[in-house]
T-cell receptor, first 112, second 114 residues
Framework: NAGVMQNPRHLVRRRGQEARLRCSPM?????VYWYRQLPEEGLKFMVY????????ESGMPKERFSAEFPKEGPSILRIQQVVRGDSAAYFC??????????FGPGTRLLVL | KQEVTQIPAALSVPEGENLVLNCSFT??????LQWFRQDPGKGLTSLLL???SQREQTSGRLNASLDKSSGRSTLYIAASQPGDSATYLC?????????????WGLGTSLAVNP
């Protein structure tokens, strides 16, 4: 059973471009969490999804950020019109129910 | 509101020392608490998970304890090695709400010197 996969591992974007971060949960896991780690700051919850549903997006910035977890395929975190302040490590975690979360390796986004 | 604090923020020790990292949380209503390791520029490695009903968990040279009533957990590292150098993160899984989103401390940056 492969672990949680995230891609790309590193992503460079210029200001104003779009960033798409993908997360493939472990097999059989229907719960996905996204966390963000800003430079010199702790990890912060962004959004919690189940298949086809956003359950809790209280940690998502109000604008430019969106997330989905379709019936088929990976969960996508989308950042439109990126700014330098979006540069961070974005971690995805999955769980089979609301149990232990298993983390992916993260995507490091750098906005130039 | 659940808050997680880790002390010290940074620690530098000579190889071979036994050391203790501290994590405190403000709301004792938790499902579990987890310790992670993060190497620079790398992902998160889960070290130990303690359920709310447990007092401690052990894995090799690592021992984590949980005192839920006082809102504290400690990570004990025995006979530290240079390879233990990393940032250690504590995360709480709170009962408040129903979504199990983890609340994180800022971490303790550990340097073990040969």
């Amino acid at each position: 059973n492969a672990g949680v996969m995230q891609n790309p591992r590193h992503l460079v974007r210029r200001r104003g471009q779009e960033a798409r971060l993908r997360c493939s949960p472990m097999k059989g896991h229907s719960h996905v969490y996204w966390y963000r780690q800003l430079p010199e700051e702790g990890l912060k919850f962004m959004v919690y999804l189940q298949k086809e549903n956003i359950i809790d997006e209280s940690g998502m910035p109000k604008e430019r950020f969106s997330a989905e977890f379709p019936k088929e395929g990976p969960s996508i975190l989308r950042i439109q019109q990126v700014v330098r302040g979006d540069s961070a490590a974005y971690f995805c975690a999955s769980s089979p129910r609301k149990e232990t979360q298993y983390f992916g390796p993260g995507t490091r986004l750098l906005v130039l | 509101k659940q808050e997680v604090t880790q002390i010290p923020a940074a620690l530098s020790v000579p190889e071979g020392e036994n050391l203790v990292l501290n994590c405190s949380f403000t709301d004792s209503a938790i499902y579990n608490l987890q310790w992670f390791r993060q190497d620079p520029g790398k992902g998160l490695t889960s070290l130990l998970l303690i359920q709310s009903s447990q007092r401690e968990q052990t894995s090799g040279r690592l021992n984590a304890s949980l005192d839920k009533s006082s809102g504290r957990s400690t990570l004990y590292i025995a006979a530290s090695q240079p390879g233990d150098s990393a940032t250690y993160l504590c995360a709480v899984n709170p009962r408040a709400g129903n979504n199990r989103k983890l609340i994180w401390g800022l971490g303790t940056s550990l340097a073990v010197n040969p």
